[in-house]
């Protein structure tokens, strides 16, 4: 499906939500639920494109979604942070406003109840600091440039997968002892979607890093001059660990540590990521020459 040149795909989890609701008589709910995720998604779409970023794609998921983007944002930590908080401010809003509606008497009856219970939901949810939610992103781009691109994205996405085991294993719980306050089914179905997204992340990591490696050199060399670090690694390090330090704001120096407590070589974070696609994430830095 396809909106305005931006490809929609909804993912088969988020179908699952959707059919489930459905077969237990909350069809309507459903609908409300996919209408107002769209909208997260449109939010994130708008702020997105405020910076210039062109949308290629948008993937729904149970409770938010990914777009896709040709251009890649992570790691800019103002632009990430914004773009990522968009979606659940939005919601409070929504949130805000109705329950002043209804606090006012103007808008009343249980579906204005359900669209603040749904509005709270996303918002809040959504800011649970693991990958795939938003409140990972804003933390990635809050802590990358500290812990370096690559090491927060697997910290936050392996906090995502431990969230959706422990959800999954909710659901059978719940199935097993027959308690139906939830849906199980639906505990289970978003355990899968963060065992998912957060294998995306995982999966996409140093591919999203190495862009803005290429971004960063032509900053440098645009400019002139940026900010930098350095660190000091010994003979035997893998060119991967230390691929996984570098930062997306400041250009690193890493020295090596040979005999005698003295300072071998030092290579550019250029010649460590060459050195990594030439020789593979385990070849020692101490045979990078």
């Known amino acids: 499906m396809q909106w305005r040149g931006i490809r929609i795909r909804i993912h088969p989890t988020f179908i699952g939500l959707l059919l489930i609701c459905a077969l237990c008589g909350f069809a309507a ?12 998604e449109f939010v994130h779409m708008l702020a997105a494109r405020g910076y210039g970023v062109k949308i290629q794609s948008i993937e729904l998921y149970p409770y938010g979604g990914t777009a896709v983007l040709e251009d890649t944002f992570e790691g800019k930590k103002k632009e990430e942070t914004i773009i990522a908080f968009s979606g659940p401010a939005f919601n409070f809003a929504l949130f805000l406003i109705i329950q002043w509606l209804r606090w006012e008497g103007i808008f009343r009856g249980e579906w204005a109840l359900e669209l603040v219970k749904i509005n709270f939901w996303l918002a809040f949810f959504n800011l649970i600091p693991v990958l795939p939610l938003d409140g990972g992103r804003i933390m990635r781009a809050c802590f990358s440039g500290t812990f370096g691109f690559v090491k927060t994205t697997k910290v936050l996405a392996m906090g995502g997968r431990w969230l959706g085991g422990i959800f999954i294993l909710l ?7 027959g ?4 849906e199980p089914t639906l505990f289970i179905i978003l355990g899968v979607f963060f065992w998912i997204g957060s294998g995306k992340e995982l999966t996409k990591a140093r591919i999203v890093f190495l862009k803005q490696l290429c971004r960063k050199k032509e900053q440098l060399l645009s400019k002139g001059l940026m900010r930098s670090n350095s660190f000091t690694v010994s003979q035997d ?3 991967g660990k230390i691929v996984d330090e570098l930062t997306s704001d400041r250009y ?3 020295s090596v540590l040979g ?4 300072i071998e070589k030092t290579f550019s974070e250029t010649e460590i990521v060459q050195g990594m696609m030439d020789w593979g994430l385990n070849h020692k830095i101490g045979d990078l020459r």
């Open 237 to 239: 390090t893998p060119l």
């Open 259 to 262: 005999g005698k407590d003295k």
């Open 252 to 254: 690193s120096l890493v």
């Open 29 to 40: 709910r459903a609908i409300i639920v996919f209408g107002l995720v769209f909208l997260h």
């Open 171 to 177: 659901g059978f719980i719940l199935q097993a002892f």
């Open 179 to 182: 308690y139906y306050l939830y």
